[in-house]
């Protein structure tokens, strides 16, 4: 059972900056992680994610430019870089592992393992 933390989500105005963390609870170079959004009243959808040995990334095409995703496995943490921020982006954030998955990835939620509790991001003046 692999257990996921995210951290970083926070209130920030537009155009700022936030850094999201997710921190596994053991090694993930068989795992892409994904990072997820939900807004009240709407589904759950893909943002990004990165193959376990982060050669491959994709993102949503909202955040390309915007957002970056990488890991360091030694510290078996997936960051997700946030600049610029849009009031659009508010939600919350999840991070998932989909196992099985060190070459490629997906931002399909369907057959993540794996999930967080999530962490609030509130984009807003």
């Known amino acids: 059972q692999l257990q996921l933390v995210e951290s970083g989500g926070g209130l920030v105005q537009p155009g700022g900056s936030l850094r999201l963390s997710c921190a596994a609870s053991g090694t993930t170079l068989n795992y892409a992680i994904g990072w997820f959004r939900q807004a009240p009243g709407k589904e759950r959808e893909g943002v990004s994610c990165i193959s376990g040995i982060g050669i491959s990334t994709n993102y949503a095409d909202s955040v390309k430019g915007r957002f970056t995703i990488s890991r360091d496995n030694a510290r078996r943490t997936v960051y997700l870089q946030m600049d610029s921020l849009k009031p659009e982006d508010t939600g919350v954030y999840y991070c998932?592992?989909?196992?099985?998955?060190?070459?490629?990835?997906?931002?399909?939620?369907?057959?993540?393992?794996?999930w967080g509790q999530g962490t609030q991001v509130t984009v807003s003046s």
């Open positions: 998932g592992a989909d196992k099985g998955h060190r070459w490629t990835c997906t931002v399909q939620a369907d057959g993540y393992d794996y």
